[in-house]
């Protein structure tokens, strides 16, 4: 008789389910498996048995290896995964309230899964994960016919550990990077909000290359006194183009802005931060005549026409 013996210490209702799922594609093909149930003190232990061979009692056993290793390499991506996700935030950054950490944890997630994507990408990352720890279950199992889950994953998937916590260190510094524009984005709204506005409406030419152009509502390029200050400020040190468009906007205050922008700019890091400034004072538009007009390379710094 081929039997393979399962042992946790906790999580066994989802290993028995998992297994009852694989089992009964066998039972079509008249295979039964018969699963025990015994304890040994702190842990719990499934005994799987092939009640009828199918043919030899190699594939009976190649059968039986393959069934369990998918069960428990299901269990372990879909509901270890995230246990070892949250045990290793309350670990290593304690630190953090219990809803700060629950945001790392679901960003760790996401990581994983090669970022914020389609679902079918994260599909693919979570079944690429399923094959190498099912890979090695598979290797364990045709020279041992007992496992113990904990001791595994601990000794066995040592490298998936490390990924699973290198996860969560870059989730945490995205987490903090997040955290500092948020903070640096409400100090700016609130410059904003408290002083006086210097313009009623700007018009923001914004171009995939990297280019931007202020106009009001004439479609003029803005000259002002305070974005002649402001450039001459701004020359003088290394900015990018997305720090020079806010810091212009900022020193402008206009009680109205719309964003002229092509699609492929639609969401960039300038817009977001300008979104967050301004809030309700910013309308977008992507369908305008000034949306696709290109913008020309000018040296007048009143023009506010500049590139990286």
């Known amino acids: 008789m081929q039997a393979i013996t399962i042992g946790t210490a906790e999580g066994i209702e989802d290993i028995r389910q998992r297994l009852d799922d694989e089992f009964r594609f066998l039972q079509g093909e008249g295979v039964n498996i018969r699963i025990g149930q015994s304890n040994r003190g702190s842990f719990t232990f499934l005994d799987c048995c092939v009640d009828s061979d199918p043919g030899t009692p ?9 069934y369990v290793a998918s069960a428990l390499s299901d269990v372990i991506v879909e509901k270890w995964e995230q246990e070892l996700i949250r045990r290793t935030i309350r670990g290593s950054y304690y630190y953090f309230s219990h809803d700060e950490q629950g945001q790392i944890a679901e960003q760790t997630g996401r990581l994983l899964s090669a970022g914020a994507g389609p679902v079918e990408t994260d599909q693919l990352y979570k079944v690429t994960r399923k094959a190498q720890i099912l890979h090695r279950l ?7 016919d007992e496992l113990v889950l904990e001791g595994f994953v601990t000794f066995r998937l040592r490298d998936y550990i490390e990924e699973v916590e290198d996860a969560v260190d870059r989730a945490v510094d995205d987490f903090l990077m997040e955290r500092e524009y948020k903070e640096f984005v409400r100090l700016l709204k609130y410059f904003v909000d408290v002083q006086e506005p210097r313009m009623d409406h700007v018009h923001v030419l914004i171009r995939p290359e990297g280019s ?28 990018n183009y997305e720090d020079l468009l806010i810091s212009a906007l900022i020193t402008l205050a206009p009680r109205a802005v719309t964003v002229h922008a092509v699609p492929s700019v639609e969401r960039d890091e300038s817009i977001e931060t300008i979104l967050g400034v301004f809030d309700e004072r910013v309308t977008m538009c992507y369908g305008c005549e000034s949306c696709s007009l290109p913008l020309p390379l000018s040296s007048d710094s009143s023009q506010m026409t500049l590139g990286h």
């Open 58 to 66: 190699s594939q009976a056993g190649n059968l039986l290896r393959h």
């Open 138 to 144: 598979r290797d364990y199992l045709e020279n041992a």
């Open 212 to 239: 931007f152009k202020l106009v009001d509502d004439q479609g003029c390029a803005i000259r002002s006194e305070y974005l002649e200050e402001f450039v001459v400020e701004m020359v003088e040190s290394e900015v």
